[in-house]
C-alpha cells in the first residue's frame, strides 16, 4: 500500500519502519516540525512536510499518530482528499476521524515503543477497528503484513485495553525507577535487581499472574511488611504505595 | 562441596538442584512434611529427613531455605554439629545464625524462584555475607560454580535489596494481576497485554526506567488519566491505585 504517516514520535517511527519492511510504500511524513518529520523520512525513503497543504493525494491511506488533542483537527483537515484515514491511539475513540469522514479505522499497537530501541514488530499486538466491513478488511490484510498478531477490538475495549496497558506497563516502569532510587541510596547497584525484573514478567508469560504472586503480603508477613515500612521512613509517598498494593496483594489472594 | 538442604519450598528446590547440576553432593534435604522432603530429595539424590535429630554429620555446610521465622530456631539446634551454617533470607540479618555459632553466613540468591518454572540459575544474584573473611571465600567459590553474579552484601544493603526487590517484582506482578483482571471484565484476553509486559521488562535491561517511562502520567495528561478514573468508577481500591501511581510518575518526571 502507499502509506502516508502523520506525526514522527514513538509510534509513528516504528509504525512506519515496520511498513517500510513490509515492502509498502511509505509517500510523505509529516511533523509541525521540518527537522523531525525529515529524519524520519530519510530513514523510511519517503518525502518530509511541515504543512498539511503538501499532501501527496496518491496514497492509499493516512496513519495519523499525533498526541490525542490533536487526532480531530488533523482528520479534518485530511477528510477531504477522500482516503482511508486511521489513528493509532489507545485512549480515542473512532468517532475522533467519523466525525469528519466514514472512511476511518483505528490501528492501534499495544506496545511501549522508545526510539532508541529495536523491538520485533511480528509480536506487537495490532488492534484494529474501522467504520465498515470492507474498512476492517483492508486494516486487516495491512496489518497481518507487519504483525502476526491482529485483533478487532472497538472503541470501548481499548479504552480499557488502554487502562490496562497502563497497570501492566506504566506503573511497573515506575516501580523499577523506585527500586533503582532505593539502592541508590545505598550505594547499590541496579544491575543486582535487573534478572528479578525480567524473570518476574518471563513468568507471566506462560503462568497466571496470581498463580506466581510471591513476596511478603501474598504470606501476609506482617514482620517483614512493617520492617519495609521502616526502612521507608520518611519517605511518605513510598510508604503510601507500598501499604496500598500490599493491601492489593492481600486482598487478592484471598480471591483466587 | 557435601551439602544439606534444610527446607524444600521454592528457592530450597533451585538451589539444589543448581548445587547438584554443578556438581555437588547433596547430602541430605530436611523438611518438616517427609512427604516434601523426599520429593526433593529423589531430584537431587539425596536423603530425605523430617527430623532435625536425624542430621548426617557428614556435611560441609547447612543451607537453611525455610520461613524467616523458623531459622533461629533450626540455627540454635544446627549450630551443635560445628559446620558452617547460611541461610538464604533477603530479610534476616546474619544475626539470626550467628547469636548460636561464628560459622555462619548468608547465601541470598535475589530472584523469584516458582517451582514450575526453570530458570538458568547462571543468571541469578547471589548476594553473600560471612561472619569472617574465611567464610566469605568459601561462599564466594561455593557461588561461583552455579552463579556469573557474585555480590557481597552486608545485612542492612541485604534488607534494602529485599525492599527493592518488593517494589521491582512482588508489585509489579500484583499490577499485572490488576490489569488482566480488567481485561476479564470487559472479555478481553491477557495475551494481549503480555507482549507489552515482556518489553518494558526488557527495555530497562539497558537503560534506566526514568528514560523510557511512557503513559499519560509522565505527559501529565489529566484528560486522559480523569477519563482511566472514571473507566475503574466503582473500584475504588484501583482507583487509588492509579491515583497514587500517577502522582509519583508525575513527580519523577520533574525531578529527572
Chains 1, 2 share one sequence.
Do not use: W
Not at 513490509?22 to 511524513?29: D, N
Request: glycine share 6%; with cysteine; aromatic share 8%.
Amino acid at each position: 500500500m502507499r502509506i502516508t504517516i502523520i506525526g514522527s514520535g514513538n509510534v509513528a517511527t516504528h509504525l512506519a519502519a515496520a511498513f517500510k519492511n513490509a515492502g509498502h510504500r511509505i509517500v510523505q511524513v509529516y511533523s509541525r516540525t521540518m527537522q523531525n518529520a525529515a529524519l524520519l523520512a530519510y530513514h523510511v525513503g519517503a518525502e518530509a512536510i511541515d504543512e498539511l497543504t503538501h499532501i501527496n493525494t496518491e496514497t492509499d491511506i493516512f496513519v495519523i499518530s499525533v498526541k490525542d488533542d490533536a487526532i480531530g483537527g488533523i482528520a479534518e483537515v485530511l477528510a477531504g482528499y477522500n482516503k482511508l484515514i486511521v489513528h493509532t491511539s489507545g485512549a480515542s475513540s473512532l468517532a475522533f476521524i467519523k466525525a469528519f469522514t466514514d472512511n476511518a479505522g483505528v490501528f492501534y499497537p499495544l506496545q511501549t515503543f522508545s526510539k532508541t530501541r529495536e523491538l520485533d514488530f511480528r509480536n506487537v499486538p495490532l488492534c484494529l477497528e474501522g467504520a465498515d466491513d470492507e474498512i476492517v478488511n483492508t486494516l486487516q490484510e495491512l496489518a497481518r503484513t507487519v504483525s502476526n498478531k491482529v485483533y478487532l477490538v472497538n472503541s470501548d475495549q481499548r479504552k480499557i485495553l488502554h487502562l490496562a496497558a497502563v497497570f501492566a506497563c506504566n506503573f511497573p516502569n515506575y516501580l523499577y525507577h523506585v527500586s533503582q532510587q532505593l539502592l541508590a541510596q545505598h550505594d547499590l547497584a541496579f544491575d543486582l535487581i535487573r534478572p528479578l525484573i525480567d524473570e518476574t514478567a518471563q513468568k507471566v508469560q506462560q503462568h497466571n499472574p496470581a498463580d506466581v504472586q510471591t513476596g511478603p503480603a501474598v504470606r501476609n508477613d506482617e514482620i517483614t511488611m512493617n520492617a519495609h515500612l521502616q526502612l521507608l521512613d520518611g519517605q511518605t509517598d513510598l510508604q503510601l504505595i507500598y501499604e496500598v498494593l500490599s493491601q492489593g496483594i492481600i486482598k487478592m489472594d484471598k480471591s483466587t
